[in-house]
């Protein structure tokens, strides 16, 4: 059965430093979302991709985020210049229009 | 606005049943799903209901009343490896595209 992949499974990296975390969605799916959870607590929504472009994206979606969908099959989200409250497990998840979610395993970010 | 509401903790004896209710208010509503997350885990797709209704998939059933913005996750013959948080999606067309709230999650443990 098809997979949402993600790359790498841990990261770690200095404070003010950026990170590129990467995925793969499912090839036939349209929506591609990235989430985070911080350590204990709920899944939040960080940002939607739709049609090539930002569809939606939450509060903590700030100048520091962005993301990118630079060929074909990766979605890629993008931290500026990380701080310490950016540690948690950033998630990426993809769907058909009108299905359920497929969710990768996520990438345990760990700033220093 | 957007609400979901679920209960934060649940006990209950391996073997027995549980069920974990799921309470929404949204606009543009299309669809409720069920995700369990073990610790440490990704969200994993348990079931969706589109429609009213009793959907079955083995152990778990899901159910859903459009009328009454609620819906529910049941679990059968509870093992002690159903011991996870359980959420509850809506998925919502918003604004031209789809988009996914989950809920605060309900933390499982399920005892001997």
């Known amino acids: 059965e098809p997979e949402v992949t993600q790359t790498p499974s841990h990261q770690v990296t200095q404070m003010g430093q950026e990170v590129i975390l990467r995925c793969v969605p499912i090839?036939?799916?349209?929506?591609f979302y990235w989430y985070r959870q911080i350590l204990g607590q709920k899944v939040e929504f960080l940002v939607s991709f739709y049609n090539n472009e930002i569809s939606e994206k939450s509060e903590i979606f700030d100048d520091q985020f962005s993301v990118e969908r630079p060929d074909g099959s990766n979605f890629t989200l993008k931290i500026r210049s990380t701080k310490l409250e950016d540690s948690a497990m950033y998630f990426c998840a993809s769907m058909k229009g009108g299905q359920p979610q497929h969710f990768g395993d996520g990438t345990r970010l760990s700033i220093l | 606005g957007q609400s979901l509401e679920q209960p934060s903790e649940v006990t209950a004896v391996e073997g027995a049943i549980v069920q974990i209710n799921c309470t929404y208010q949204?606009?543009?509503?299309?669809?409720l799903s069920w995700y369990q997350q073990h610790d440490g885990g990704a969200p994993t797709f348990l079931s969706y209901?589109?429609?009213?209704g009793l959907e079955e998939t083995g152990r778990f059933s899901s159910f859903l009343s459009r009328s009454d913005s609620y819906g529910y996750l049941l679990l059968q013959e509870l093992q002690m490896k159903d011991s996870a948080s359980y959420f509850c999606a809506v998925m919502l067309n918003s604004g031209g595209y789809q988009k996914v709230t989950f809920g605060i999650g309900t933390k499982l443990q399920v005892i001997p």
């Open positions: 209901n589109a429609l009213d």
């Open positions: 949204t606009s543009g509503f299309y669809g």
């Open positions: 090839s036939n799916h349209l929506y």
